[in-house]
């Protein structure tokens, strides 16, 4: 996920703390979730909760659960990616 220069990149969503975006990966890669702060700087139990999720990456059940596969810096912000599970011909 850390080279994510000839990617789309669409925000899902953001609740103030967290922006959830999709990224469409070149290369027929499947697509990432990429969850990083919604705030340029970024609170520290924000970056937090994105380290404490990475960490507990191993406990998670990947049959329910969206793992984290990556904890990298991206635009200067710490974000989190996970493979992008939702069924094939859905956007």
Partial sequence: ???LTNCEIE???DDGEFVVSRVKRA?????WLMFSPALER???ASL???EHSYALRGELDPS???RPVELVTYRGRRVSGQVDR???GRS
Avoid: F, H, I
């Fill in 1 to 3: 996920m850390n080279e």
């Fill in 27 to 31: 290369g027929g890669l499947p697509p």
């Fill in 48 to 50: 937090a909760k994105l």
């Fill in 86 to 88: 939702r069924p094939v």
């Fill in 11 to 13: 925000t899902l969503g």
């Fill in 64 to 66: 329910w659960a969206a």
């Fill in 42 to 44: 970024s609170a520290p």
